[in-house]
């Protein structure tokens, strides 16, 4: 999981009166609806088994994933990083909240999805030829895992919790979101081993 | 970090080996360094001096729930295809930790950085 890089990090907003934000939600509560019909969507997939729906879930769930991680990290940080900073205090307000909702759905419906659809498959059977590639992919999901639940997601959440406040602390925002800058690059990494390793599973 | 790390490589492991017979050694090991090295950091934290603890409990009791929920269907997906006996019970342990573990990630960094006020004076 990633959001994007937004380094709100100018001290001088801070010496003068507070930067004007807009009211948000931490997380929206409606869009813990649309969780929820993911989800049960999810589980009704896996209950019955098929291997086009659960195929569909994988595949729609690791694209829009990959999709993401990417596109954020490498092109639309970039370009908030060079926004004025009232403007990226008002992206950010926008766009993190949403991304505390989609990544976890993402990753959750990916992994389940594609543990069902290595079942299916018969691809988890260690005498499959194309064995050795799902063990790569956990790995690379493994190191995402990591770097995204262990680094990002609490970043993510701690930078929003400082914007509620009266007077955000630009330092301890900037301190934050450095760890997406400097993820950005394993991040990518991953995505791309990402894209080889199952492009080879589906072709063959 | 490194605790989620030691939880995440004993689920690739017993991934990787399932459906067949896998050795529940090295898996359990995994399981049982991350779990210490997570009560080590609560016990380090426990001791902190000033922090935030409301804070801490307030995002952390939210996250539980998110990542409960999140454990509950990587769950359901090994039941449903018929993981059973001691992977099973290992991999739903290690799923415990998980769920554990990440919320208190994320209630650590919010609440460290969370304004406390200063202890009175007589106390």
Do not use: C
Request: net charge neutral; charged share 10%; glycine share 8%.
């Amino acid at each position: 999981m990633a959001t994007t890089a937004v380094p709100i990090d100018a001290p001088e907003a801070h010496a003068g009166p507070p930067v004007e934000r807009p009211d948000f939600e931490i997380v929206p509560r409606r869009g813990l609806i649309v969780v929820a019909v993911v989800f049960v969507g999810l589980v009704a997939v896996i209950a019955t088994n098929k291997l086009w729906p659960v195929t569909f879930l994988h595949v729609a769930g690791g694209a829009a994933w990959t999709t993401l991680d990417l596109f954020l990290g490498f092109v639309l940080g970039p370009i908030i990083g060079r926004m004025p900073v009232p403007a990226r205090i008002e992206f950010t307000t926008r766009l993190m909240p949403k991304m505390v909702l989609i990544m976890p759905t993402v990753v959750a419906v990916t992994l389940a999805a594609g543990w069902q659809l290595a079942n299916l498959t018969g691809t988890l059977q260690s005498g499959n030829p194309l064995h050795g590639w799902i063990v790569a992919s956990f790995i690379v999901v493994g190191v995402l895992a990591v770097v995204a639940l262990g680094l990002l997601e609490p970043a993510n959440i701690a930078v929003l919790v400082e914007l509620k406040k009266p007077r955000p602390n630009p330092a301890v925002i900037e301190g934050l979101m450095k760890r997406f800058i400097y993820a950005a690059g394993v991040l990518g990494a991953m995505q791309v081993a990402t894209l080889l390793i199952m492009t080879k599973l589906a072709s063959g | 970090m490194g605790s989620l790390a030691l939880i995440l490589a004993g689920g690739i492991y017993l991934s990787s080996h399932l459906p067949q017979h896998v050795p529940l050694a090295p898996a359990a090991v995994l399981l049982a360094a991350s779990a210490v090295l997570l009560a080590g950091n609560l016990a380090l934290l426990a001791r902190v001096d000033g922090f935030a603890w409301a804070k801490f409990f307030e995002v952390a009791k939210w996250s539980l729930l998110a990542y409960a929920v999140i454990s509950g269907l990587i769950e359901y997906s090994f039941v449903r295809n018929h993981v059973s006996g001691g992977p099973l019970v290992v991999l739903t342990l290690s799923l415990v930790v998980f769920a554990v573990h990440v919320p208190v990630l994320i209630g650590f960094t919010v609440a460290r950085y969370w304004d406390v006020e200063p202890a009175p004076a007589d106390a």
